[in-house]
């Protein structure tokens, strides 16, 4: 204080000094022995000045500082330069201990003699565990710098010069040393590609650019190949306090070879963060005025230490109106200290002072003194630089911890734990990012201050121990691995940061995997299809597959019968304990999506519990333990005939990927089962043609456009008689025909040129000079544009036919012949009988039955088309209708055959016998005989009718009809003569004639 004012007043100075509450201010003697203990001092240290007073300063020393004796060295060193700063822990009355920053100077008396020390200290626990936090995170902002899988740059300035460079960095750009210089220095490459125009762009506008797969060359050097890479990365510019663009920040990822997409850690500017401040407290007290409303419109200086002049820049301003000497002092002054003056209520705030050079203070304000003087006491600091640094430090802080939170990669802040002999048995979570949370699938804020194991009971050694390595070590490690517990897999890498903890940042590459993995499952499933010809050995091996690679309990291959409703599953493949489908089953019984799976609709269910066309009715399913399932029919003609399932007995995620993997290997296994049933009906086809081809009698030729022979197949050549077709090969085919026939041939041959078939038939002769009749169809073979490029004949022997309609011609004549001399012999017949009748009846009767007997004779000539007729046959037609008891009718001789004319007459000879016999002769009883023979001799046919047994036989008065047919008519057709006995025992009938036939064999 300037003493040599008139205000100034010791006691109010203590006055003063008792009224301050955040200072502790405490006076010793030489030796440290408190002589005065103001209210802050109490406040803050927690003694009451009656507790302190006499009592050595060292009490609030902590022991470690008592031990070193740092509050008589703090004395010496105030004594020797008049001032002694420190900021140190100091004890509290409860033993707790406090951050202060504190400031001791000697006290001397009028006469200048040195009579004791006066500290003064101030709580600043807040801002040193701050100060504590930022070290920590600027700790762990340089391990994720240095240790990022992900590149990472800053540059600085317009021409964007590299301040620092990453390893991901350097490894990028081929290993080149680019801090120091600018991009267009160290990397020339970028400049025709448009980088640095982007540089630029951020620069100038101050906005961030995001680029996603964007292409880029590098080129270490001429003597390197270029590497053409993909990059996802972003230009982030840098701001100062003041909001200007004073650099670019570069991070981001090489996705040439993560093609999953992963994102690097984007690592933010590199800021050294210092704060440094001294106890400098100002100190004045001030006069109010206020007007007739009582409203404050001044004060005046009354008395203010070198601090107070320090802080304001009012030096010599004791005793005068702040109106005058800072004009341009804002309101709120006034307003605060009149409201501290008026009311005695003390204030302590912040508030800026534009009027003071735009500065800002940390302002404890009480009134003291008489209350109608208006004073007040006031106790400043002048905090613009620490409130300007804490608003800096606030502001990195925040983009750092932004940059920290919204990284993609996962960071781990660990320490390892051991256990009495000193061996690592687990670590702990000291911090984790949001990432974390999202790629572990549990909340960031459930991982600290827990351990691995805690938080993934059962997790694999291999996380543990590998960590423990890297702490022991100290060497940093890359990983690939899965935590099997969540079925995830991560890439990472780990980095020891000393007192045994270690830094970690991965990624989630479980798609990654899994997508190679079903890469190989393929691969290895079409290499497995090549080699299997079975389709059920097919369908199995892409079931293992199938479920090998997607870790489910079940996948099988089921037909579906015509009906839609029978679904049978021969076999099918499952994990360890996981039960069999193989069996018969009925759709409809599990679930309401059969009507999917027939319309040929895929069926996924992630969850039968959730899924409207299970949740009716779970219980099926869950007998067969599936709780989703994949059902992927297969769909042939219109209809479902097949259907390839997928079950597990846990909820599954179906992804796409996953849905596209199981159609794929469906398919491969389709078309290899299809392809092996094509190959074998090809192969089927081609045996039954090459079996056609041998076996048909047809002869099959093949010629060109001109008509020369190709081709000509085995049985063509076999029916031609070709022992060699190379003997015939090129041949002309039309000469093969006589000359009248080749005329036809070379007309098809230009029927066919012109893609019409032709047929005609014709005489050509074999290799060996036989002579056949062909019917030949000729046929043109279309090429792929259309045309005709080849000719087909097919060839049929008819030679056989041809002789069959031949004779069959002749024959006709012939039954022409026959029936004109049939119909007249009928003619005479009817003619005669009815001309011999009593009566119409008689005459029906007895026409009808010669007629029979003539019908029969011709039913054997028929059937050996009319040329000849055995004798014994001829009797037998005749005489069956008087045959009803066989030992009364006999006959015998040999075999020989009768002219058609000879066996008319000798069957109408029989029926006339036979017919006089039952009316009046042997037949005409019951004891009668009738015995018939012939012979053949010496070139004479000889046939006897012999009678016996029946009644006696008195000749007629006349000859009739009957009489005259068996006599002259049939001995006619034998060129001989015919004669009846009426002898008295029995009519006798003797036929001879020529022999015009011959013997038969027997």
Excluded at 719 to 735: L, Y
Aim: aromatic share 8%; with cysteine.
């Amino acid at each position: 204080m300037r003493r040599d004012e008139p205000a100034y007043s010791p006691a109010r100075d203590r006055q003063i000094i008792q009224s301050i509450t955040e200072f502790a201010i405490i006076a010793t003697d030489r030796e440290g022995i408190v002589t005065d203990w103001n209210a802050g001092a109490e406040q803050i240290l927690g003694w009451s000045a009656r507790e302190m007073v006499g009592r050595t300063a060292e009490l609030f020393f902590t022991p470690e500082d008592r031990k070193g004796g740092r509050a008589f060295k703090e004395m010496t060193i105030a004594l020797e330069t008049g001032r002694a700063l420190d900021e140190r822990w100091h004890l509290k009355s409860d033993g707790s201990r406090f951050w202060a920053s504190g400031e001791m100077m000697p006290l001397r008396d009028d006469d200048d003699r040195h009579i004791g020390f006066v500290k003064v200290l101030r709580d600043r626990t807040d801002y040193a565990v701050a100060q504590r936090a930022r070290r920590d995170d600027q700790e762990q902002l340089e391990a994720i710098f240095s240790q990022s899988p992900s590149f990472m740059a800053l540059l600085r300035g317009p021409e964007h010069r590299f301040e620092r460079a990453n390893p991901g960095y350097v490894k990028l750009v081929g290993g080149r040393d680019v801090v120091g210089r600018t991009v267009a220095e160290a990397l020339p490459e970028a400049v025709a590609q448009g980088f640095i125009d982007l540089l630029d762009d951020v620069y100038r506008r101050g906005q961030p650019h995001h680029a996603t797969e964007t292409p880029i060359t590098l080129q270490a050097s001429p003597d390197v190949p270029a590497e053409h890479l993909f990059l996802d990365f972003v230009y982030q510019p840098i701001r100062d306090a003041d909001g200007s663009v004073v650099g670019i920040f570069v991070e981001g990822v090489d996705v040439t070879e993560r093609v999953a997409g992963a994102r690097r850690l984007r690592e933010a500017e590199d800021r050294y963060r210092a704060l440094a401040e001294n106890v400098d407290v100002g100190m004045c007290v001030i006069e109010m005025k206020f007007d007739g409303d009582g409203k404050a419109v001044d004060y005046r200086i009354v008395d203010g230490n070198p601090a107070y002049e320090r802080h304001t820049g009012l030096y010599g301003s004791v005793g005068k109106w702040v109106s005058e000497i800072a004009p341009g002092l804002e309101r709120h002054w006034f307003d605060t200290y009149g409201h501290v003056a008026l009311t005695g209520e003390p204030a302590r705030f912040e508030l800026g002072a534009t009027g003071l050079g735009n500065r800002m203070f940390e302002v404890e304000a009480h009134r003291v003194g008489d209350p109608d003087r208006h004073h007040v006491a006031i106790l400043f600091t002048d905090v613009t630089d620490r409130r300007r640094a804490v608003t800096d430090l606030a502001n990195s802080e925040r983009k750092w911890r932004s940059l920290f939170e919204n990284l993609h990669e996962g960071f781990i802040l660990g320490r390892v734990l051991r256990d009495a002999e000193g061996r690592v048995t687990d670590w702990r979570y000291e911090e984790v990012n949001r990432a974390w949370g999202e790629l572990v699938g549990i909340p960031s804020t459930d991982a600290a201050g827990r351990t691995i194991r805690q938080v993934f009971p059962g997790i694999e050694d291999a996380w543990v121990n590998e960590f423990a390595d890297v702490v022991e070590t100290g060497e940093t490690i890359r990983f690939t691995r899965q935590v099997g517990t969540l079925g995830r897999w991560y890439d990472g890498v780990c980095h020891a940061i000393g007192d045994d903890r270690f830094t970690v940042i991965f990624l989630d590459v479980t798609d990654r995997i899994q997508a190679e993995a079903r890469r190989e499952a393929i691969a290895e499933l079409a290499l497995a299809l090549s080699d299997l010809t079975a389709p059920n050995d097919m369908a199995a091996t892409a079931a293992r597959i199938i479920g090998q690679t997607l870790g489910v309990g079940r996948v099988g291959y089921g037909t579906v019968a015509g009906d839609g409703e029978t679904f049978t599953v021969p076999s099918d493949w499952t994990a360890e304990g996981y039960p069999s489908l193989a069996g018969v089953y009925r759709m409809d019984d599990y679930g309401g999506y059969a009507e999917d799976l027939r319309q040929g609709r895929t069926v996924v269910i992630p969850d039968i519990w959730m899924d409207p066309r299970t949740a009716g009715d779970i219980g099926p399913l869950e007998r067969v333990c599936v709780r989703s399932l994949v059902n992927l029919p297969i769909v042939e003609n219109g209809r479902t005939v097949a259907v390839l399932y997928v079950n597990d007995d846990e909820v599954r995620d179906w992804r796409p990927e996953k849905l596209a993997f199981i159609a794929d290997a469906a398919d491969r296994m389709r078309n290899a089962v299809e392809r092996r049933r094509a190959e074998e009906e090809l192969r089927d086809s081609e045996s039954f043609l090459r079996s056609v081809l041998t076996s048909s009698s047809d002869c099959i030729k093949v010629l060109d456009l001109d008509g020369n022979l190709v081709f000509m197949s085995e049985g063509g050549m076999k029916v031609m008689e070709v022992s060699d077709f190379n003997d015939i090969a090129g041949c002309p085919w039309p000469d093969f025909y006589t000359a009248d026939d080749s005329l036809a041939a070379r007309e098809a041959l230009v029927s066919a040129r012109a893609g019409v078939s032709a047929s005609f038939q014709g005489y050509a002769d074999t290799l060996k000079g036989n002579h056949l009749y062909w019917d030949v169809q000729v046929s043109p073979i279309f090429g792929a544009n259309g045309k005709p490029e080849r000719i087909l004949s097919v060839s049929r022997d008819i030679s056989a036919l041809k002789a069959s309609e031949e004779a069959r011609a002749v024959l006709n004549a012939e039954l022409a012949h026959r029936m004109k001399n049939t119909l007249a012999m009928v003619q005479a017949i009817t003619t005669q009988t009815l001309r011999q009748a009593r009566t119409m009846d008689e005459g029906r009767t007895a026409v009808a039955q010669r007629l029979s007997a003539l019908g029969r004779a011709q039913d054997i000539l028929t059937r050996t088309n009319f040329t000849s007729a055995d004798v014994g046959e001829v009797v037998s037609a005749a005489i069956a209708p008087h045959h009803l008891t066989p030992d009364r009718i006999t006959w015998e001789g040999p075999r020989f055959a009768l002219t058609s004319q000879q066996a008319l007459g000798l069957s109408l000879a029989v029926h006339e016998l036979a017919t006089n016999a039952a009316k009046y002769g042997a037949l005409s009883n019951e004891t009668g005989r009738v015995a018939m023979s012939w012979d053949v001799v010496d070139g004479t046919f000889c046939f006897r009718w012999i009678e016996t047994g029946g009644p006696a036989v008195v000749a007629p008065d006349r000859r009739g009809f009957g009489s005259r047919l068996i006599e002259r008519i049939v001995g006619s057709y034998f060129d001989g003569e015919g004669h009846i006995e009426f002898d008295p025992s029995g009519v006798r009938f003797t036929l001879t004639g020529a022999a015009h036939g011959t013997p038969v064999a027997a």
